[in-house]
């Protein structure tokens, strides 16, 4: 079955670090870019960060540009998003995508069913 | 950045009607434009891409036509699966890929 399944989301309070990952099935991994994508409870859609297939293409929105890291390990089919100095506005639910190419420039055609982060004291 | 406005933000309406939804650009994204479904508590679903090429496996009720800055996105006969809420994205111009805030419909 086709599918991605993210980990890692929890509880963490301002300033502190978490890291996210997302397991991808039933497809070949290093053919496809891979995004991430959050929504704040209630609220739309938004870009997080994206790379490519083989990591030298990587984009950041800029309000997580210099604190969040994606990474991607082709190897164990697996992508990651390490979050540092969290803030109360990055609570959201955090979905892993991935592109319909190797390439970041795509619409996401497969997504998990994400991975809830709360940024609280 | 490019900023995507979806009008209505909330449409009533009856199964078997047939609607609209609206999406703008705030410059031209070209056909590089999709719409998702999300339903509640889950993933957003791809259901259109190329601004009018449907998703695999998205019933031919759903269309989608436009280009430039003005997209529409019909349902030809509302099923009672289809209220949920509707997002458009531009991946022409990025980063960032935009999102529209999103169009919910609901069971008049």
């Known amino acids: 079955e086709v599918q991605l399944v993210e980990s890692g989301g929890g509880l963490v309070q301002p300033g502190r670090s978490l890291r996210l990952s997302c397991a991808a099935s039933g497809f070949t991994f290093d053919d496809y870019a891979m995004h991430w994508v959050r929504q704040a409870p209630g609220k739309g859609l938004e870009w997080v960060s994206g790379i490519s297939w083989n990591s030298a293409s990587i984009d950041y929105a800029d309000s997580m540009k210099g604190r969040f890291t994606i990474s991607r390990d082709n190897a164990k089919n697996s992508l990651y998003l390490q979050m540092n100095s969290l803030r109360g506005e990055d609570t959201a639910l955090y979905y892993c995508?991935?592109?319909?190419?190797?390439?970041?420039?795509?619409?996401?055609?497969?997504w998990g069913r994400g991975t809830l982060v709360t940024v609280s004291s | 950045e490019i900023v995507m406005t979806q009008s209505p933000a909330t449409l009533s309406v009856s199964p078997g009607e047939r609607v609209t939804l609206s999406c703008r650009a705030s410059q031209s994204v070209s056909s590089n434009l999709a719409w998702y479904q999300q339903q509640p508590g889950q993933a957003p679903r791809l259901l259109i891409y190329g601004a009018s090429i449907r998703a695999t496996g998205i019933p031919a009720r759903f269309s989608g036509s436009g280009s430039g800055t003005e997209f529409t996105l019909t349902i030809s006969s509302l099923q009672s699966e289809d209220f949920a809420v509707y997002y458009c994205q531009q991946y022409n111009n990025w980063p960032p890929y935009t999102f529209g805030q999103g169009t919910k419909l609901e069971i008049k």
């Open positions: 995508a991935k592109a319909p190419s190797s390439s970041v420039n795509w619409y996401f055609d497969l």
